[in-house]
T-cell receptor, first 111, second 114 residues
Framework: GENVEQHPSTLSVQEGDSAVIKCTYS??????FPWYKQELGKGPQLIID?????GEKKDQRIAVTLNKTAKHFSLHITETQPEDSAVYFC??????????FGDGTTLTVKP | DGGITQSPKYLFRKEGQNVTLSCEQN?????MYWYRQDPGQGLRLIYY???????QKGDIAEGYSVSREKKESFPLTVTSAQKNPTAFYLC?????????????FGEGSWLTVV
């Protein structure tokens, strides 16, 4: 089955710096890669996603890049703010019933 | 507002008891899911349902049961056979279970065994 590895497990940055979280996946059939943000005690919220026919997608301060050949994708957050502090999860799926999640990255943005 | 509602938010269970977590969605989604989240770990799929009256086991179905009698509702029962049930449980839904559909999550339910 699919295996998703996410790195780093914790990340601390200064406010205004950039943060990058990376995920690798094993199943070349995966074609959908969402990223979720989870605040303490709440459910994950989708922040950005990318499909396999696209190499990069951007939404304001957030961007995701996908390298299908190398089977990895990354989340980039620029100009980080304290409210960006949360746990971020990546996922890889062929379809929603077969989504595999990474173990999460705890991002701390220091003011 | 459209969304996924889970209840209760916090639940305590005595050993040997079954408990049921409620999940309701008004997004008109066909597919619904239950995930378990343990501290510092990712999300593990317990059960999912692609359509009313149909459901499939996920990766960690043992000790859990579900039903899907209505499109809007997908309750999860944590049975006494689940030996380590203390966790954060997340209900989710998507338009369909196939074709790379986005999964949307509820706010979660904390279950603690006392």
């Amino acid at each position: 089955g699919e295996n998703v590895e996410q790195h780093p497990s914790t990340l601390s940055v200064q406010e205004g710096d950039s943060a990058v979280i990376k995920c690798t996946y094993s199943d070349s059939a995966s074609n959908y890669f969402p990223w979720y943000k989870q605040e303490l005690g709440k459910g994950p919220q989708l922040i950005i996603d990318i499909r396999s026919n696209v190499g990069e997608k951007k939404d304001q301060r957030i961007a995701v890049t996908l390298n299908k050949t190398a089977k990895h994708f990354s989340l980039h957050i620029t100009e980080t703010q304290p409210e960006d502090s949360a746990v971020y999860f990546c996922a890889a799926s062929m379809y929603a019933g077969k989504s595999t999640f990474g173990d999460g990255t705890t991002l701390t943005v220091k003011p | 507002d459209g969304g996924i509602t889970q209840s209760p938010k916090y639940l305590f269970r005595k050993e040997g008891q079954n408990v049921t977590l409620s999940c309701e969605q008004n997004l008109n989604h066909d597919a619904m899911y239950w995930y378990r989240q343990d501290p510092g770990q990712g999300l593990r799929l317990i059960y999912y349902s692609q359509i009313v009256n149909d459901f499939q086991k996920g990766d960690i179905a043992e000790g859990y049961s579900v039903s899907r009698e209505k499109k809007e509702s997908f309750p999860l029962t944590v049975t006494s056979a689940q030996k380590n049930p203390t966790a954060f449980y997340l209900c989710a839904s998507s338009e369909q279970a196939n074709s790379g559909n986005t999964i949307y999550f509820g706010e979660g339910s904390w279950l603690t065994v006392v």
